[in-house]
């Protein structure tokens, strides 16, 4: 069978981007259809954001209980450790995914968005030739909407296969490996090398560069180094893979001597690649902005009414900023005056402990900084969190005090995103947030302290 489907805007693409775009554009009442090769929900949904911080939990709540059976803590022992069933923790994740996905796929017909399953290509930049189960549909659109995302980077000398694995397969393992190599301290490769090592695996870390996640500062990154120490996982700084060997991963040390480190499994995590191809780009005329597609400030490419967003047009390539490229498109494809122009965007390590960094790094020109320690912290402290070497660092302009970022490290500070993201994109400075009134015992607290540092007088450091 072959179908023509005539549409005002196609959306390429189910990811935070383009599900987020395509249901946007339903509610704005464009006639919207939806092409999705794999599964609605992306990356991020299927074997990315979701699923990682899943199995981070799991591992989280097993490591505690083999601590407490190890040693009692809090008044509370465990008389035998417990056991670790893989399949029952993948299960388990999976069934998040699998709802999360099903609500995708709902929200996206309550938008009135129809949804095509099939690879998308491209014959020229408006018509698009989709192989479904049912025969091929060509869809013709007067508004093009790319969000094709990313792919794991592969070593060309340590290709994927067999035990050498992408991020995808490492949420998905049958069997619990032993030993554990991970190959790039980015965010990714550390996150689930930490919910390894947590579920039981012996993990080591080759990293070329001289430090772990190379884009945070050394001061923010210390205290996830020291649990890294302190939990046995190796690290090999300034270490090259060179690649698979019978037993292992053979990698140059930073001596220049070279060693085989036994691996059971070999987590390749060296970055991420733009999906740029096998999909008919070339036939779009589309101009490019090193790997990535150029986009202008309303994610506009330089062929009228072709549009991307997300993983497609650059760093950070994360989700929520896909997600909010792909709200700005829809709503300029429905006539409304926007921008994507924000003052920040958050980045946040799931590691361990956790790592946020919002907006201007500590150290720019004209600024100072506040910084308020986790151990000081009463909510902290009751959450086991004190100890950790975390702390909330508020970084202001030194005349005006408007708050330009804010960095902080320390367990659950994931949760206060929100307000440091929400504070400098409203413009506030460390005066607006001292006279908030947070509630005690929070962590929130801790952002109102560093502010006050900024200011010279906090109270409880
Ligand atoms: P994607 O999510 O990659 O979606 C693109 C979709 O397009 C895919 O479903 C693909 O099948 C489909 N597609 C591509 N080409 C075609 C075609 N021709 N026809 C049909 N369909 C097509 N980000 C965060 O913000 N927070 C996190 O905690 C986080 N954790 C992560 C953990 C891991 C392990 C990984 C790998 C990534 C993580 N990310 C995280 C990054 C995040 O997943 C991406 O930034 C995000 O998914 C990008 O969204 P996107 O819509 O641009 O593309």
Same mark, same amino acid.
């Not at 996206?108 to 020229?124: N, P, Q, T, Y």
């Not at 597609?293 to 994360?318: F, H, R, Y």
């Not at 402290?381 to 975390?390: K, Q, R, Y």
């Given at each position: 069978?072959?179908?023509?489907?005539?549409?005002?805007?196609?959306?390429?693409?189910?990811?935070?981007?383009?599900?987020?775009?395509?249901?946007?554009?339903?509610?704005?009442? @464009?006639?919207?259809?939806?092409?999705?090769?794999?599964?609605?929900?992306?990356?991020?949904?299927?074997?990315?954001?979701?699923?990682?911080?899943?199995?981070?939990?799991?591992?989280?709540?097993?490591?505690?209980?083999?601590?407490?059976?190890?040693?009692?803590?809090? $008044?509370?022992?465990?008389?035998?450790?417990?056991?670790?069933?893989?399949?029952?923790?993948?299960?388990?994740?999976?069934?998040?995914?699998?709802?999360?996905?099903?609500?995708?796929?709902?929200?996206?017909?309550?938008?009135? =968005?129809?949804? #095509?399953?099939?690879?998308?290509?491209?014959?020229?930049?408006?018509?698009?030739?989709?192989?479904?189960?049912? /025969?091929?549909?060509?869809?013709?659109?007067?508004?093009?909407?790319?969000?094709?995302?990313?792919?794991?980077?592969?070593?060309?000398? @340590?290709?994927?296969?067999?035990?050498?694995?992408?991020?995808?397969?490492?949420?998905? @393992?049958?069997?619990?490996?032993?030993?554990?190599?991970?190959?790039?301290?980015?965010? #990714?490769?550390?996150?689930?090398? #930490?919910?390894?090592?947590?579920? $039981?695996?012996?993990?080591?870390?080759?990293?070329?560069?001289?430090?772990?996640?190379? @884009?945070?500062?050394?001061?923010?990154?210390?205290?996830?180094?020291?649990?890294?120490?302190?939990?046995?996982?190796?690290?090999?700084?300034?270490?090259?893979?060179?690649?698979?060997?019978?037993?292992?991963?053979?990698?140059?040390?930073?001596?220049?001597?070279?060693? =085989?480190?036994?691996?059971?499994?070999?987590?390749?995590?060296?970055?991420?690649?733009?999906?740029?191809?096998?999909?008919?780009?070339?036939?779009?005329?589309?101009?490019?902005? /090193?790997?990535?597609?150029?986009?202008?400030?309303?994610?506009?490419?330089?062929?009228?009414?072709?549009?991307?967003?997300?993983?497609?047009?650059?760093?950070?390539?994360?989700?929520?900023?896909?997600?909010?490229? $792909?709200?700005? =498109?829809?709503?300029?494809?429905?006539?409304?005056?926007?921008?994507?122009?924000?003052?920040?965007?958050?980045?946040?390590?799931?590691?361990?402990?956790? #790592?946020?960094?919002?907006?201007?790094?500590?150290?720019?020109?004209?600024?100072?900084?506040?910084?308020?320690?986790?151990?000081?912290? $009463?909510?902290?402290?009751?959450?086991?969190?004190?100890?950790?070497?975390?702390?909330?660092?508020?970084?202001?302009?030194?005349?005006?005090?408007?708050?330009?970022?804010?960095?902080?490290?320390?367990?659950?500070?994931?949760?206060?995103?929100?307000?440091?993201?929400?504070?400098?994109?409203?413009?506030?400075?460390?005066?607006?947030?001292?006279?908030?009134?947070?509630?005690?015992?929070?962590?929130?607290?801790?952002?109102?302290?560093?502010?006050?540092?900024?200011?010279?007088?906090?109270?409880?450091?």
């Amino acid at each position: 069978m072959s179908e023509v489907i005539k549409t005002k805007v196609l959306v390429v693409g189910g990811g935070p981007g383009g599900y987020v775009a395509a249901i946007r554009c339903g509610q704005l009442g @464009l006639d919207t259809v939806l092409v999705e090769g794999d599964q609605l929900g992306g990356t991020c949904l299927i074997r990315g954001c979701i699923p990682s911080k899943a199995m981070i939990h799991a591992a989280s709540e097993f490591s505690s209980m083999v601590e407490t059976a190890r040693k009692p803590q809090f $008044g509370i022992s465990l008389t035998s450790p417990p056991e670790l069933d893989l399949a029952g923790t993948v299960a388990w994740k999976d069934s998040i995914v699998n709802r999360l996905n099903t609500g995708v796929g709902a929200l996206l017909k309550r938008a009135k =968005v129809k949804v #095509i399953e099939g690879w998308g290509r491209f014959s020229d930049a408006k018509t698009c030739q989709v192989e479904t189960s049912d /025969g091929t549909v060509t869809i013709q659109s007067e508004h093009v909407i790319l969000a094709t995302g990313s792919a794991p980077v592969e070593l060309p000398f @340590l290709p994927m296969g067999g035990k050498v694995i992408s991020s995808a397969e490492a949420l998905s @393992l049958a069997e619990l490996p032993r030993k554990l190599v991970v190959v790039g301290a980015g965010y #990714i490769g550390l996150e689930l090398g #930490i919910a390894y090592a947590k579920l $039981g695996s012996d993990v080591t870390v080759v990293e070329s560069t001289d430090r772990i996640l190379p @884009l945070y500062d050394k001061q923010l990154v210390e205290p996830v180094r020291q649990w890294l120490e302190k939990h046995g996982v190796k690290l090999h700084l300034n270490a090259c893979a060179k690649g698979e060997r019978d037993d292992g991963l053979a990698v140059e040390l930073d001596d220049g001597s070279e060693v =085989v480190l036994p691996a059971d499994n070999i987590l390749v995590t060296v970055g991420r690649k733009p999906l740029t191809e096998g999909w008919g780009m070339e036939n779009m005329v589309l101009e490019m902005d /090193g790997r990535f597609v150029k986009v202008d400030e309303q994610c506009a490419t330089s062929t009228k009414n072709v549009w991307a967003i997300g993983d497609l047009v650059g760093e950070p390539m994360l989700a929520h900023k896909a997600s909010a490229q $792909g709200e700005v =498109v829809a709503e300029i494809i429905a006539g409304k005056k926007r921008r994507f122009d924000p003052v920040a965007i958050p980045a946040v390590c799931f590691t361990e402990p956790e #790592i946020v960094s919002v907006g201007v790094d500590a150290g720019a020109p004209n600024t100072t900084t506040g910084v308020f320690p986790m151990a000081a912290s $009463g909510r902290a402290l009751s959450m086991n969190a004190g100890d950790s070497g975390g702390f909330v660092r508020v970084v202001a302009h030194s005349g005006t005090h408007r708050i330009l970022g804010v960095q902080a490290v320390g367990a659950h500070i994931s949760e206060l995103t929100a307000a440091f993201t929400t504070a400098i994109e409203m413009g506030a400075t460390v005066g607006d947030i001292e006279s908030i009134i947070q509630a005690h015992p929070t962590m929130g607290e801790m952002f109102q302290e560093a502010s006050l540092k900024v200011l010279g007088h906090a109270i409880h450091a």
